[in-house]
Nanobody
Framework: QVQLVESGGGLVQTGASLRLSCALS????????MGWYRQAPGKQRELVAI???????KYSDSVKGRFTISRDNAKITVYLQMNSLKPEDTAVYYC????????????????WGQGTQVTVSS
């Protein structure tokens, strides 16, 4: 059974930093990309950053220059370093594994973590 387990959220003040981690457990065949999404109260879930298996990255405009996504392929873990946090970064952050294939399967699915709360006070 594949699971994504996030950690690292919390309550911080404006300008502080946090590092989120997302570890994948279970046996897999391949993953296309891993990323972070967030959902603030009353808003739709939005992309924060993604990183492909080859290391290419993409960021939302709102976090460019402040957040950095990285990936440890050996540990199948993705990280999100968040610097210069702002109150508008407050949200539940979800880890995503895109197009994940299990051993012996041709089908690919997206998997989500349970979410970790990030709260930035002004």
């Amino acid at each position: 059974q594949v699971q994504l387990v996030e950690s690292g959220g919390g309550l911080v003040q404006t300008g502080a930093s946090l590092r989120l981690s997302c570890a994948l457990s279970g046996s897999i065949f391949s993953i296309n990309s891993m990323g972070w999404y967030r959902q603030a109260p009353g808003k739709q879930r939005e992309l924060v950053a993604i990183i492909t298996s080859g290391g290419s990255t993409k960021y939302s405009d709102s976090v460019k220059g402040r957040f950095t996504i990285s990936r440890d392929n050996a540990k199948i873990t993705v990280y999100l370093q968040m610097n210069s946090l702002k109150p508008e970064d407050t949200a539940v952050y979800y880890c995503n594994a895109e197009n994940l294939r299990l051993p012996g399967s041709l089908a690919a699915y997206d998997y989500w973590g349970q979410g970790t709360q990030v709260t930035v006070s002004s």
